[in-house]
């Protein structure tokens, strides 16, 4: 959509899609109160973009309609580490979340597990009660399994990402699985570009066979 120019009473916007994306602003007159002072100094910026305005809407004086909102942020762009992987800082929080365990353990809710996370449901090695593993094969497997799950959240996901909400996604993907982050409410609201609501959904993850988890 092309943009256009919108007056009020209070000030002058440049407009595009509903959204004011720069204002002049208006001012008292210090020798006529019946006039106001338009400041008109970012007025040449709107005539040499690449799609000026070509029309302008008035709406001023008594029951003029209310100054427009501001544009919505722009998404952010994606980088190299979302397209690459998981980047440091992501797989720190991996690790530190989950542990190193060298030797099979049941988790919470009673699933075999060792190294950092990983479970049979991942692929191989099949955890059995009794299996050992050294640090080195627990870095490999982990990275195998991040390899999915970033892959899978590339999948998902329809709008861009920048690398530490990707690392989060793959990093909440991990714990949850796929087919729980594919049915949540957190990927219906990125996908809508809300990405301030699915942030706020991580909080609700909370609980693992029916109980809330501690801190």
Same mark, same amino acid.
Not at 137 to 164: H, M, P
Not at 202 to 209: C, H, P, V, Y
């Given at each position: 959509?092309?943009?256009?120019? !919108? ?6 916007y440049?407009?595009?899609?509903? #959204? ?6 208006? #001012?008292?007159?210090?020798?006529? =109160?019946?006039? !106001?002072?338009?400041?008109i !100094? ?12 070509? /029309? ?7 029951? $003029?309609? =209310? ?8 998404p952010?762009? =994606? %980088?190299?580490? @979302?397209?690459?992987?998981?980047? @440091?800082?992501? +797989?720190?929080? %991996? ?15 009673? %699933?075999?597990?060792?190294? #950092?996370?990983?479970?049979?449901? @991942? ?14 094969? @627990? ?8 390899? !999915? ?10 709008? /861009? ?7 989060? +996604? %793959? ?8 087919? $729980? ?16 609501? /699915? $942030? ?5 993850w909370?609980? $693992? ?7």
């Amino acid at each position: 959509m092309g943009t256009w120019i !919108k007056e009020t009473d209070k000030a002058i916007y440049l407009m595009q899609g509903g #959204y004011w994306i720069s204002r002049l602003t208006k #001012y008292p007159s210090k020798t006529n =109160p019946n006039e !106001k002072v338009l400041n008109i !100094k970012a007025m040449t910026s709107w005539f040499t973009r690449p799609d000026p305005p070509t /029309a302008m809407t008035i709406s001023s004086g008594v029951g $003029a309609e =209310p100054s427009p909102m501001p544009a919505p942020p722009t998404p952010p762009e =994606p %980088v190299a580490d @979302a397209a690459g992987g998981m980047n @440091a800082s992501g +797989l720190k929080l %991996v690790t530190a979340f989950e542990g190193l365990e060298l030797k099979a353990y049941q988790d919470s809710v009673g %699933v075999w597990t060792i190294g #950092y996370g990983h479970t049979s449901m @991942a692929g191989p090695p099949e955890v059995t009660p009794g299996l050992k593993i050294s640090e080195d094969e @627990a870095n490999t497997i982990l990275k195998r399994d991040l390899g !999915k799950f970033e892959q899978g959240v590339r999948e998902r996901v329809s709008v /861009a990402v920048n690398s530490d909400q990707f690392s989060a +996604l %793959v990093s909440f993907c991990f714990n949850v699985g796929l087919g $729980a982050f594919g049915e949540s409410t957190m990927r219906r609201k990125l996908n809508s570009g809300d990405y301030s609501g /699915a $942030a706020n959904e991580f909080l609700r993850w909370d609980k $693992a066979g029916g109980r809330t988890l501690r801190d």
